[in-house]
């Protein structure tokens, strides 16, 4: 039999990681900014729009671009997205299947066969499954809210007075938003159950400035709407669960009749299988009024050719809502057993002493709700681009981008006190890692490990005739996760933007727009690949729901965009 830790302590060290599990989403999230700002030029062009800005998201991608547009107008714009995320949760890896063999013999009848209770104790719902999100979700003012469908409208306002060089603007946009919620029964639910991130420019006051006929400039200044919601409930098939159910431990550590006298006298005689659902993690935050700038500029030194370059600031978010970590009911009579008797105390005492603060029956016993305080950093970007009218008819744009991925990779969660199974966490991560991980009793300091990014996008548009321009565009979207900390909890991972669409002007200068874009990402975590995931080791302080399983992601989605742009 494997050597394995003091049960107990084992055990509840994972559940303190469960809050890691948000950061990755929030990540997941992110990773689809500008996917949502909904503008179908943009998405036509495969985003390559900073040297060529698109009407009234130009408050987005460059403010100077916001000269070009003339008089008053009226910017109205749908989204609509289909989109898939699946995963293949498929067999066990050497680690685990070998786990799993060495202890079903404390689970099997004389022939070696598994008993009827051995069968359940073993039994994985997510073995050789498919995981598929059930509909996207949303974070808003009033809470999470399950949609039929993810799309919506968006539009703002434009004015250039008579023979001035100022065009004044604002918008309505969303530069990050993702979400989604899974059936009851989905073997994916450990991911997330209702997850959703929601970044939302409600009010943007922007200037733009014609410097000349060659040269723009441009600042807008956002009020924005920060919220994250995630409902995940937990497991963790976990080395020292296995050890629990172990003959060992029923001999030594259980006495139907009270605590055993001898080794210690705490009771640990319920049994707990492995892919047992033990808590579930639920919190909504939000922040009304997030600030962030956008500035730009543009300069054409000949007809034919225009630069731009743009830079969306980083933006500081400091949420607060409610949570709930209910510990379920027959895992909380394992931790109250483990605590029951006259040792534990001891236990805690001698921790204070050494500056460590272990939880009680009774804070055990009441663990549940209350307040929570979310704080991170959005990245900044730069965005640099180039525009060539290579003849009357063709015109080609690319462009380069940076991301300060690294900016976003730290991330604070504070609860409003001790959380007993957090308190527990710090603990394992100080002996395990020295403080590693960044758990502590009220919350989690969390550094991500993101690396910056830089990627490119490129676009071409054919002018058929005077009124219908065509056009199509690729983006390259590499993952920030970096290829040696791979995280099964973040699906979309490197991947390709296809697009294609086309603008009508008609007679009176009013505009239509319309786009399609593809995307799609897979990705292959081996057994054992992912620390959050699929991860193995038993000194991490992880989150590992499919511990040594073999794990596949797919992420499809399809955007529809359409924008009219009316003058009043």
């Not at 993702?178 to 059936?183: A, E, I, L, Q, S």
């Not at 000949?302 to 409610?322: H, K, Q, R």
């Not at 534990?344 to 209350?370: C, D, F, I, K, R």
């Not at 054919?462 to 099964?488: C, H, I, T, W």
């Amino acid at each position: 039999m494997p050597s394995a830790p003091c049960p107990v302590a084992s055990i509840t060290k994972y559940l303190a990681a469960l809050i890691l599990v948000c950061t990755a989403q929030s990540v997941y999230a992110s990773f689809t900014d500008n996917l949502t700002i909904g503008n179908p030029k943009a998405l036509s062009l495969g985003h390559a729009v900073t040297a060529d800005p698109p009407s009234i998201d130009s408050v987005h991608y460059n403010p100077a671009g916001l000269t070009r547009l003339k008089g008053r107008q009226l910017h109205l714009k749908f989204v609509y997205g289909i989109f898939s995320t699946e995963y293949e949760l498929g067999d066990y890896g050497e680690f685990q299947q070998g786990l799993i063999d060495e202890y079903s013999q404390y689970w099997s009848d004389e022939d070696g066969n598994l008993t009827p209770e051995g069968e359940a104790y073993f039994y994985d719902e997510a073995l050789n499954t498919k995981s598929e999100v059930e509909g996207p979700t949303v974070m808003l003012p009033g809470g999470m809210v399950d949609l039929p469908f993810a799309g919506g409208f968006m539009g703002g306002a434009s004015y250039t007075p008579p023979g001035s060089r100022y065009t004044f603007a604002t918008n309505v946009y969303a530069p990050m938003m993702n979400g989604v919620h899974r059936d009851d029964d989905d073997p994916g639910r450990f991911f997330q159950q209702r997850g959703a991130f929601t970044l939302l420019t409600y009010f943007s006051p922007s200037v733009a400035f014609e410097v000349s006929d060659e040269f723009q400039i441009g600042l807008s200044i956002n009020f924005n709407y920060s919220g994250m919601g995630i409902d995940l409930p937990a497991r963790e098939p976990h080395l020292a669960l296995f050890f629990y159910g172990s003959d060992f431990i029923s001999e030594n550590f259980c006495n139907p009749e009270g605590p055993l006298e001898g080794i210690t006298d705490i009771d640990l005689c319920n049994t707990v299988s492995p892919y047992t659902v033990y808590t579930d993690l639920r919190f909504e935050v939000d922040q009304n009024l997030v600030l962030g700038y956008n500035v730009g500029m543009l300069w054409s030194p000949e007809p034919w050719i225009t630069f731009g370059l743009s830079y969306n600031s980083n933006i500081n978010v400091d949420m607060d809502g409610d949570y709930e970590f209910p510990i379920r009911p027959y895992f909380k009579e394992v931790l109250l057993s483990a605590m029951g008797g006259d040792d534990w105390p001891l236990v805690v005492a001698a921790a204070g002493a050494l500056g460590y603060e272990l939880p009680t029956a009774e804070e055990t016993a009441n663990q549940g709700s209350g307040k929570i305080n979310v704080t991170y950093e959005i990245p900044q970007h730069w965005n640099f681009g180039m525009s060539l009218q290579i003849t009357p008819k063709w015109k080609y744009n690319v462009d380069v981008r940076w991301t300060e991925w690294s900016a976003f990779s730290k991330l604070n969660f504070k609860f409003d006190r001790d959380i007993p199974l957090m308190q527990l966490g710090e603990l394992a991560d100080q002996l395990g890692t020295g403080g590693k991980n960044g758990v502590y009793g009220d919350g989690v300091e969390y550094q991500l490990n993101l690396q910056d990014v830089t990627y490119w996008g490129m676009g071409t548009e054919y002018q058929y005739n005077k009124n219908l321009a065509l056009r199509m565009g690729f983006e390259k979207r590499p993952s920030a996760v970096p290829d040696d900390e791979p995280n099964a909890f973040i699906p979309i991972n490197d991947g390709n933007l296809y697009s294609v669409g086309f603008g009508y002007r008609f007679d009176d200068d009013d505009n239509l727009d319309v786009a399609i874009g593809y995307f799609a990402s897979e990705t292959h975590y081996p057994p054992c690949s992912a620390k959050l995931g699929n991860g193995c080791n038993p000194n991490d302080v992880v989150f590992a729901p499919y511990q040594g399983q073999d794990i596949k992601s797919k992420v499809e989605f399809i955007l529809f965009e359409i924008m009219y742009s009316k003058h009043f």
